[in-house]
């Protein structure tokens, strides 16, 4: 007798132990998936880090520097003359205007094709 119920506490034990083991292993495994998800996502944020620091890089330029206050603050060198065209010079040398087609919903396309 004694030594069936020591039979059965031993079962029941490594029952318990296997389903702890397995637990274990499981939360293993999806540790294991967390860590590849995060290093995809930090070698992703460090080609970003890489790609803003080449524009950092750029910003600082010269070169940059005098596109922008050409481009944007209409500056000019000593010498230069700025030149800035009305918005209406089309108009101005008297060239027709383009022709634009009237905006047609796509279900009218689509219904004139088929039908």
């Given at each position: 007798?004694?030594?069936r119920v020591f039979q059965a506490i031993i079962i029941i034990l490594g029952i318990a132990f296997i389903v702890?083991?397995?637990g274990d292993?499981?939360?293993?495994?999806?540790a294991s998936q967390r860590i590849k998800i995060m290093e995809e996502k930090v070698s992703k944020l460090e080609e970003k880090k890489k790609e803003l620091s080449?524009?950092?890089?750029?910003?600082?330029t010269p070169e940059f520097i005098e596109e922008e206050a050409r481009n944007k603050l209409n500056m000019a060198k000593p010498?230069?003359?700025i030149v800035i065209l009305p918005p209406n010079?089309?108009?101005l040398l008297n060239r027709p205007k383009t022709?634009?087609?009237p905006?047609?919903?796509n279900w009218k396309k689509w219904w004139n094709l088929f039908f």
């Open positions: 007798m004694k030594k702890k083991l397995t292993f499981l939360h293993l495994l999806k080449a524009k950092y890089q750029y910003y600082q010498g230069e003359t010079l089309e108009e022709k634009t087609e905006l047609i919903p």
